[in-house]
């Protein structure tokens, strides 16, 4: 039948299709099990709602990734796996893709992963196909490669400690839950020592260096010139017997660290470098790949060490040769000249531009016969040395005799390469000193001698720890007074303005003549760049006076200075006059009677701090400073009790100016005084006049500064300012800083009681930010305490500042002082602060600083703060956070048949800004959210806000930082997803009543 025979035929080819497809899966299956020989993993997974539900994986996926290959393809692993902070790069759609996956064993994994969506229906979850390839020393070998170059660069300048930081940055980036450490031998190889570990606290410093003076992991991976890793210090094995085993569980305990890795830096010498440690708090050993990562780091250390040691040995040998009296010449086989110092082309009067490359034949004066360079090239050759006296032509034509002594430089076969010539001036052995070190013109100091006091001057600022100027001054277009009026006269122009310099120079300054018409001017003992500019345009000033010749006619003389400071430009002499040098050139383009600096921003900085002075002494005159005054606000009452007056600058050249700017320039430049006085007399007569208008009263507080406050008549100005304005002196306030008792706290203490005696209030500001001493605090009359506005910043999410405001708050409490908080921007700060007893604040969240109108129409609408209700405060009250908004709903839906005040966010900024606003007793957070974990939050919690229950919500793969939270008292209870309501709603009530009674 036709019929029949058509469905055979249908039937057949369905088996033959059918046969078909299985004989290519097979044939795919075997050519990924080939493939899955390398360390390549391949994949297939299904994307559903709820992310990636892996199907199928090769078989190497366990030996690449450290998982067993049924949890490789368990519903979740993939999302777990990922980084947090890589999450949102790995679940992008691109088709290739880099991000870092948890091996199994612990650490992280740099892999690239490249998909090729598989066709399906259209009514079908969408499935990929996939490759995972391990590029972790890829990315190792690239941000060890970016590093490199910045290392050199740090070398270059002598820099070790930041160039090892680079190191340790690398591997911190690589490896992110290990931090490194440093430690180093000196040269000698006696002396072991930590030094840099960036990620490190104090306690790991003395800790550590206890340890390993004695025996440790470190000490055991130098002996054995091999590296050690510790993958549990507190279990292992090889650590049982180790004699700082107690001291080194102890550190352990207090640092959190489980593994340790050791690793050897490679050295060619007998004296070791030194190590490369690093530290975890995971339980975690290096793979083969990871070992090579850590010694590709530790050569790279050790290379930057060699080459700093190698550098400074260059430095030093030049040094050596630049400071010598002695000229030294080097020259190849030729010969050709390849170096001369300093003293050569002194002696010879050649640069060293000049006679390199060139036949040191050039200085043949022709006293000697052939026969002599002969015998002299005979004993070279010989003897590989040569020495006697030799006659030499100076480039000026004259000659000169010199005892030249001439050794042979071999390599290692004993094949000489260079000579090497010492040249000693034998007629200038016969001059006196003075000739030597003197000027013969200006009778000043002469180069040479100049550069021996920068010496000296540079080694007693190294001991004394001040720095040192550098001046380089040259006269414009000197050589038109020679030309116009003889060398005579020139020289005579040259002594009379060396004269006038001298007679200007304060302290232990030296004047010397470099050469022609150039001086320089070392000025020691310097505090501040400042000193060094002023003096510059004091000399600039000098020279620019006219000079009578003749006894009637006059000429002007115009001059540029460059200046080089110790330490910030260079610690080396020669730098800093080669830096002098180049800044005076740069001076000289840019004008007549300039100055400039090696760094131009400083120099650029120096004129305009100058040019800042000279305007704010106008100003003062002009009267161009106005007072602008910062209400303050009664915490209980909310209303305004006390004003701080500020003094602000609107310059006609410079614009707005902020006090952060012109303060320092006024205190260094002595103008502090009388801006001072002036501030005080302002703000006491604007203080009469809103008496006089009949508002009610306000303490008036003015920051007195630390020269002020030094000054001996700070009692007298207040006295002066009260009685002129006839003001009540419980108006006036005070404000001083810590740094005001350093020098001399006993007379401090009776300044401050003669102030208190007068009747005026005394404020501490800026408290906790210097040398705070309860002793002197103790003893000192003040009425008020400022937390300074640094700790307000971050109160209500920074358990150290938390801290150090609650204890300032307290203690001033028990002292009998009020406490004030600046800068108080926002409601959650303000809450904080009321709930820990603070007494007042300042701040734009009451009011930004205001000129005398606005202030007093602010003091005539008696604006308050607002205040929190009873009610509020007895309300129990539930924080709720977790960044699932579905999480959150089901919560607030569950929570609310119990009648509870309920907060709920999704962001831990915003939680801790609820806790600050509102008072909380029951805090329930999820324990896995991209920010910070739950343990990490409610540890912070519970470090602010100790009186509060604190639960988290989580699943079990989180159990053990849970009970690690748990043992540590961070978390009062734990609950695991999914929940049983009433359960946890009768544990809620519980975790109140128990809230309740710790706050009775």
Sequence with gaps: MPGFHYSIDMVMRMGAELAGKRHKQEARKRRFDMLSLGDTVFFSFRQEADGRLL???????????????????????????????DLGIAQTETEEKTYRLRHGAGHPLWIREQLTRLPRRADDAPEWLGAWTDVSLEKAAAALGAARAKMYRLLENNVLTEALDTIVSVAEEIFPDWRAAFWLFDESGQSFSLKTAPGMDKAYR????????????????LRHNAP???????????????????????????????????????????????VMNLYSRLVAAPDAAMQET??????????????QRMAQQVRQTEAMLTLTHDGVIITDRVPRIV????????????????VRGDNPSLVKSG??????????????????????????????????????????????????????????????????????????????????????????????????????GLMCIGLRHFETINDSFGHQMGNHVLRLLAQRIQKRMRGKNTLARLDGSDFILIQEYVRHPDEVARMAQIVLDILHQPVVIDGKREISVSASAGISLYPEDSRNANDLMQYAGTAMYHARNQGRNIFCFYTAQLSLQMRQRLHLETQMRQALECREFQLFYQPQADMASGRINGVEALIRWNSPDFGVIPPS??????????????????????????????????????????????????????????EAALREHSLPAHCLEIEL?????????????????????MGVRLALDDFGTGYSSLAHLSRLPFDKIKIDQSFVRDITSNPTNAAIASATITLAQSLHMSVLAEGVETESQLDFLRQRGCAALQGFFFSHPLDAEGCTRFLHEARQLPVTSGTELRQRTLLLLDDEPNILHSLQRLFRLDGYKILSTTDPGEAFDLLARNRVQVVISDQRMPVMSGTEFLARVKDIYPDTMRIVLSGYSEIESITQAINQGAIYKFFTKPWDDNQLRNNIREAFTVAEKLAR
């Design 55 to 85: 199907l199928w994986a090769s078989s190497n996926a366990a030996r690449v990734l450290g998982y067993a290959k049924a949890a490789i393809l368990t519903q979740g692993w993939w999302r777990a796996a990922v980084l947090a902070q």
């Design 206 to 221: 003395s800790g550590m260096t206890d340890i390993l003076e004695h025996y440790g992991c470190a000490t055991h991976a």
């Design 228 to 274: 050690v890793f510790s993958d549990n210090i507190a279990q292992a094995a090889e650590c049982a017997h180790c004699p700082q085993r107690v001291k080194m569980q102890a550190l352990q305990r207090g640092t959190g660290w489980q593994a340790l890795w050791s690793q050897p830096l490679p050295h060619t010498g007998q004296t070791p470098l030194g």
């Design 294 to 307: 850590i010694r590709q780091l530790a050569a790279e250390a050790s290379h930057a060490i060699l080459f």
């Design 339 to 354: 170096y001369v110092n300093p003293a050569w082309c002194d002696i010879s009067g050649y640069t060293a531009e000049e």
């Design 367 to 468: 006293a000697q016969n052939e026969t002599f360079y002969q015998r002299m090239w005979a004993a070279l050759t010989t003897k590989g040395e040569w020495q006697g006296e030799i006659v030499n032509r100076h480039k000026n034509g004259g000659n000169a005799p010199h005892f030249l002594s001439i050794r042979s430089v071999c390599d290692r076969k004993g094949t000489p390469t260079h000579y090497v010539g010492v040249l000693t001036d034998l007629s200038r052995l016969k001059q006196s000193e003075h000739e030597r070190d003197h000027d013969p013109v200006t009778q000043l100091p002469n180069r040479r001698w100049a550069h021996q006091r920068l010496e000296a001057a540079l080694e007693a600022a190294e001991r004394n720890r001040h720095g040192v």
């Design 661 to 718: 700017e012109f303060i320092p320039v006024a205190e260094q430049s002595g103008l502090i005084l009388p801006m001072g006085a002036w501030v005080l007399n302002e703000a006491c007569r604007q203080t009469r006049i809103w008496l006089d208008e009949g508002l009610p009263p306000v303490t008036t507080a003015v920051n007195v500064s630390v020269h002020q406050f030094k000054s001996k008549n700070l009692v007298a100005v207040v």
């Design 737 to 757: 800083t810590e740094s005001a008792f350093f020098d001399d706290a006993d007379e401090a203490i009776v300044i401050c009681r003669q102030l208190h005696d």
